[in-house]
């Protein structure tokens, strides 16, 4: 506690009327003194003794608190900071500044430390360490007037240093003491350009460079969806642009990773994730319908209501032996161009469909092979049959037969029925939760079929059955591609709304999405989402029970830390786990048949992407506040001392904190300097000299 005297005036009018007073008096008194009046100085006494009392002076004596100012000690803690012994020579400097701090009369300290970076997928947030960030968050809690300085420990690698000195820091100097080495070495790849959509089927560019002070060349892999899928030598430090080709609809992750090199910090800087979002081009379809019917159209106008679907469609009227004496002027004048869609064209169509087509002379056997061929190959089949499947004209009967799933048994049942999801089709992704199907045990609320060309089902699933429960719709792989069987002609009704309709657009359209790969309906998969700090592991199977999931973290021991997974069923054919992740980076799930991969937080972190220790990003700030900059090796117990506002506040081997000197009143003690009657005695002798001397 201390005391400070000082002398105040309280004037009983205001300043302006005293001024005028004193101005008039003034000049009476030197007019009296340029007569020559006698007595005319004690007038001027007793005028300044008449001012001074309307002044009210006090003695003013005020006992004073002093206030702490406050040290702030900013700490890095983030992930680049676990790198060698950073975290080792922070903590000690923490502790030789909490003691040393400690030590300084007058001064607070306190301390704010920034954690290890937060997964935040699909935050809007920049990445990096944000110290800076965290600091002007900590200074909104301390007056300016009371910052003596800010202490910053950190490696160097800040992602937010503003371009000018924060308004918050009010004067104060900011010094910084840098953990690490100076000059180290590190491998590290850098991602120039990664494409985020591409074409399923087609080639996307990434750029990326291999950076290593020791140059020559170095390893790189591509892997895309935890798969190897190639690996090549690249120079150092020059851009490589390396074509990737989009494989399926959807999130594809993409890996690069570059082996270690001679001098390393961390490997987690030898690998960069990005996601090539797939999508598909216009599909062509092939539409060949045989016996005109009413579900023709049906069939037509279904795919040409997609925008994204490009329909090549043939009616086959009559065979070229069928002869009603029809005159040739009057017969179309376009061939069917077989030899073009059948051999020329073929893999240029995404899905064949045959509408009720039967076997003849047109298409000849030749072509239907190359049909299979190409189904064998990768290609796509959907066969919507009628009466004549259970013929000799069946299309069974040609080459078509080694890759349809349902061979006929020669009877069609025309009666009433309601198609049936079966046992395996409630876990199938195509027929799972099909609208309007009810519950598994009740009937399904859509409407009545009326024919079903009967088949026996020798390869593939059967997915809805029909009447007498034989099978309706059969799903079956062939090679590398997929045929779709459709054992009835009556589909149609449902789009026409017959007996309350169905839903004849969404079984369609999961078809020919199954035939043609789509990954949401694959039956058998595994996939791994990434939710914030959760991965949502799912397995989508037809057995009965679900295999367990080994699950792979990311680290830089080879193959990282696993884990066992047990999930639970959440639907038939679909089992589920959740698993919350507390590191960025990529996750790999295994469950001996499938893989899969997540990629958690930022897909290409800024806080690795250069990990080495440096001083020239917070250099211009504590170049700007005056401030002192050291390595933590080449000094690690600097001096602290308090210097006054303007004055330098650092050195090689000292940092200073400003001195404020504030403090609070904690009392007042008032003394009048002109109580009333020394005023009026003052003022009586003044007149009364005035008087004598007058009267001499």
Known sequence: MTSAVSVAFDPLLPWTVLAVLGTIGLVLVLLGLRAGARGTIWRLGSLVVVLAALANPSLIEEQRKPIA????????????????????????ARETLKRKLGQQEGLEVREVVLPPSQIQLGSERPGGTRLIETMRSALIEIPQERLAG?????????????????????GAPVHALIAGRKNERDRLIVLEQSPRFGVVGREVTAKFRIEDPAGGTAPVTLSVGGEVVKRIDVPVGRSVELPITVGNPGANVVELEVGPGQSELTLDNNRALFTINGVRDRLRVLLVSGEPYQGERAWRNLLKSDPAVDLVHFTILRTPQKDDFTPVRELSLIVFPMRELFEQK????????????????????????NIAEYVKGGGALLVSVGPVFATQRSLY???LGAILPGAPTGDVVETGF???????????????????????????????WFRLVTSRTERGNAVLSGAEDKPLVILDRVGEGRVAQLLSDHLWLWNRGIDGGGPQPELVRRVAHWLMKEPDLEEEALRATAVGGRIEITRRTLAATFPQVTMTSPGTSPGGATRTLDLRQTAPGLGMAVVDVDKPGLYRFDDGTLRAVAAVGSPDPLEFSDVRATDAKLKPLVDG???ALMWLADQSDPDIRTVRPGRAAGGSDWIGLRRNEGYTVAGINQLPLLPGILVALAFLMAIASAWWREGR
Do not use: C
Request: no cysteine.
């Open 69 to 92: 100012d406050v040290a702030l000690v900013v700490v890095d803690d983030s992930d680049s900071m676990a790198i060698g012994e950073r975290r080792q020579q922070v903590q000690a």
């Open 150 to 170: 800010v202490v910053l420990l950190s490696d160097g690698q800040v992602h937010d240093v503003p371009a000018g000195v924060p308004p918050e820091l009010g």
């Open 346 to 369: 073929l893999k240029e169509f995404d899905l064949i469909i045959f509408d009720r087509y039967e076997s003849g002379n047109l298409i000849t056997r030749d072509y239907f092979r």
């Open 397 to 399: 009967r040609t080459p």
């Open 418 to 448: 309601k198609p049936k999801v079966t046992e395996i089709g409630q876990r199938h992704p195509v027929t799972a939760n099909l609208p309007q199907a009810g519950d598994p045990n009740k009937e399904p609320e859509w409407g009545r």
């Open 625 to 627: 506040t005056g401030g």
